[in-house]
């Protein structure tokens, strides 16, 4: 959820606006929360979906 919908209970404002310290608080937090997916690349991303990929194979290899 992204926070320029959200609206503080605190003062009634949008939380994107940040006009108290609980819409200041909780606009750092969900920043926080959403760099560790807006950092991650589109090629690691395809790495690693490629390395469970060939591990599942493997896996599958390895019991029949």
């Known amino acids: 959820m ?8 605190n003062c ?7 006009r108290c310290p ?3 608080a909780n606009r750092e937090r969900l920043q ?6 807006a950092g991650l690349n589109p090629m690691a ?3 690693l ?3 469970l990929i060939a591990a599942v194979a ?3 290899q390895q019991t029949a």
Do not use: K
């Open 2 to 9: 992204t926070y320029d919908r959200l609206v503080c209970a």
């Open 12 to 18: 009634a404002a949008p939380v994107s606006e940040g």
């Open 22 to 24: 609980v819409c200041r």
């Open 32 to 37: 926080q929360e959403s760099n560790f997916f």
């Open 45 to 47: 991303l395809i790495a």
């Open 49 to 51: 979906l490629a390395v």
């Open 58 to 60: 493997l896996l599958a």
